[in-house]
C-alpha cells in the first residue's frame, strides 16, 4: 500500500526558508513522477515541484522558479522542497504527491497524480 506523509510546515515570515518532507513508501516501480502541490486559502490546487525519481526532469513553477529546490534522496525514499525567500503569497496547504504512470517529463495538473499526502500547511507572515 502506497503511502506519503508530509512534514515541515510551519509558521515563517517574508524572506525565510523552510523544508518539506514526504516520506514514501509501498511503491514498487524504479522509477516515477513525484512532486509539491500547494492549495492557498480558496484557490484552485497548482503544481509547485515535479521531479522524475528515475532521474534526470525537474518542472518548477514559474512563480517559485529560483527560490524552491525539489530534491530526493533515494536511500530513504524520501522528497524534499526546499523553500527559500518566502513570501506571504507562497502561503498554502502543501501536498506531497505521486504517479506511476508517467515516465521522465512529470505532468503538472494534479489530476493526474492518484497517490497524495494529507498535507501540510506553510503561513507565510509580512
Known amino acids: 500500500q502506497v503511502q506519503l506523509v508530509e512534514s515541515g510546515g510551519g509558521s515563517v515570515q517574508a524572506g525565510g526558508s523552510l523544508r518539506l518532507s514526504c516520506a514514501a513508501s509501498?511503491?514498487?516501480?524504479?522509477?516515477?513522477?513525484m512532486g509539491w502541490f500547494r492549495q492557498p486559502p480558496e484557490k484552485e490546487r497548482e503544481g509547485v515541484a515535479l521531479?522524475?525519481?528515475?532521474?534526470?526532469?525537474?518542472h518548477y513553477a514559474d512563480s517559485v522558479k529560483g527560490r524552491f529546490t525539489i530534491s530526493r534522496d533515494n536511500a530513504k525514499n524520501t522528497l524534499y522542497l526546499q523553500m527559500n525567500s518566502l513570501k506571504p503569497e507562497d502561503t498554502a496547504m502543501y501536498y506531497c504527491?505521486?504517479?506511476?504512470?508517467?515516465?521522465?517529463?512529470?505532468?503538472?495538473?494534479?489530476?493526474?497524480?492518484?497517490?497524495w499526502g494529507q498535507g501540510t500547511q506553510v503561513t507565510v507572515s509580512s
Open positions: 521531479l522524475y525519481t528515475g532521474g534526470g526532469s525537474t
Open positions: 504527491a505521486a504517479s506511476p504512470l508517467y515516465r521522465y517529463v512529470c505532468p503538472p495538473e494534479d489530476w493526474r497524480y492518484n497517490y
Open positions: 509501498g511503491f514498487t516501480d524504479s522509477g516515477y513522477c
